[in-house]
């Protein structure tokens, strides 16, 4: 369905480069072309035309892509494979520790404080 979609989207995207093409320049770089042809034919109505059907065609272009995106599918894990991130997966970051080692800080014994009680004072 995705396919058929992005394959609809991709049609109606050259029709709209044809209508804007054909559609009756409002001067400028435009008249040099031959945009002054048609109003020497007295084709005056062709422009509403083409006007309406580029809105159309914009229109259904925005529509169908915002639909086709609840048909993307994604990427699979295993399309893509990096031999970088296959071996970081193997190798193993918890730390160990010997038998006399741990997590915890050292336990220090306190030796108390004497206090001289002997003296006079």
Do not use: C, H
């Given at each position: 369905?995705?396919?058929?979609?992005?394959?609809?989207?991709?049609?109606?995207?050259?029709?709209?480069?044809?209508?804007?093409?054909?559609?009756?320049?409002?001067?400028?770089?435009?008249?040099?072309?031959?945009?002054?042809?048609?109003?020497?034919m007295?084709?005056?109505?062709?422009?509403?035309?083409?006007?309406?059907?580029?809105?159309?065609?914009a229109i259904?272009?925005?529509?169908?892509s915002?639909a086709?995106?609840?048909?993307?599918?994604?990427?699979?894990?295993?399309?893509?494979?990096?031999?970088?991130?296959?071996?970081?997966?193997?190798?193993?970051?918890?730390?160990t520790f010997?038998?006399?080692?741990?997590?915890?800080?050292?336990?220090?014994?306190?030796?108390?404080?004497?206090?001289?009680?002997t003296?006079?004072?």
């Amino acid at each position: 369905m995705f396919t058929l979609l992005i394959t609809i989207i991709l049609i109606l995207a050259v029709l709209l480069i044809l209508v804007i093409l054909g559609q009756n320049s409002k001067g400028g770089a435009g008249a040099a072309f031959g945009g002054s042809a048609s109003q020497i034919m007295g084709v005056t109505r062709t422009g509403n035309v083409l006007e309406k059907a580029t809105w159309i065609l914009a229109i259904s272009i925005l529509a169908l892509s915002l639909a086709s995106s609840a048909f993307y599918t994604g990427a699979q894990s295993n399309q893509f494979s990096s031999p970088n991130i296959d071996s970081a997966k193997q190798q193993v970051v918890a730390p160990t520790f010997g038998e006399s080692e741990s997590l915890l800080p050292a336990a220090t014994e306190e030796t108390p404080v004497e206090t001289d009680t002997t003296s006079g004072n």
